[in-house]
């Protein structure tokens, strides 16, 4: 049976659409870790409706899930969230034993946090020794974004992508990697979007690779 712990939501989130929320991740599959044999518990911060944890779930990667989302409501099948906390992460943590969880999936959520260095630090209690991280986060390095502000003087707010107005804090490969070891792992993998492009290999021989990227994914581990 799901238990949800309910909380109040921002309007400014109110505004966005359906589709916002509603994409599984399979984009990750490279950077899960192997799960030697037996199902793991995976946490996601920022679950949207749940789209992501129903894939682990199906592909028999996981055999118990849990999601933490502010925003939106649950749109899975029967038992695809075993337990879902609707709460701001910054205020309130997810009431599960500590050392419980194998991975913990942060995909686009720590960008829209005050302070998520805070969070992840208080989240790496629910992570058991030698447990994951996957993290995702907008490459405020891209060359739109760094064209629109040089040449254009722009630095404007859109709906979505990496100047998304709910966004409050902004990332390159190497803050991001800062990031995620933030309490401790170990970064192992970083994968940047937009790598089939043929300007991408150009630009990657003239260390200017990040350019093309609109996120980086990055896999990370927590000491045993």
Same mark, same amino acid.
């Given at each position: ?28 599959? %490279? $950077?899960?870790? +192997?799960?030697?044999?037996?199902? =793991?518990? @995976? /946490? &996601? ?6 789209? *992501? ?43 599960? %034993? $500590?050392?419980? +969880?194998?991975?913990?999936?942060? =995909?686009? @959520? /720590? &960008? ?6 805070? *969070? ?57 990697? &800062? ?46």
């Amino acid at each position: 049976m799901t238990t949800t712990v309910a909380d109040t939501r921002p309007n400014l989130y109110d505004e966005k659409t359906s589709e916002y929320f509603s994409r599984a991740r399979i984009e990750i599959a %490279p $950077l899960l870790p +192997v799960s030697s044999g037996r199902p =793991l518990r @995976v /946490l &996601e911060i920022g679950c949207s409706e749940g789209h *992501t944890l129903e894939w682990l779930k199906k592909t028999g990667y996981s055999n118990w899930t849990a999601g933490v989302e502010p925003y939106a409501d649950l749109r899975v099948g029967p038992g695809a969230v075993d337990c879902f906390f609707k709460i701001d992460i910054e205020k309130a943590t997810p009431e599960l %034993p $500590l050392e419980s +969880v194998d991975l913990i999936l942060c =995909l686009d @959520v /720590l &960008e829209h946090l005050v302070n998520p260095w805070e *969070t992840i630090r208080r989240l790496d209690s629910l992570l058991k020794p030698g447990g994951h991280w996957i993290i995702s986060v907008p490459n405020l390095r891209n060359y739109h974004v760094l064209a629109d502000l040089a040449f254009k003087g722009k630095f404007d707010y859109v709906e979505s992508g990496i100047l998304d107005r709910t966004h409050l804090r902004f990332f390159t490969r190497s803050s991001a990697i &800062e990031l995620a070891e933030t309490s401790g792992a170990s970064v192992s993998k970083v994968l940047g979007t937009e790598t089939r492009r043929w300007q991408k290999r150009l630009l990657t021989l003239l260390g200017l690779g990040d350019l093309l990227a609109k996120q980086f994914v990055i896999a990370a581990r927590k000491p045993s």
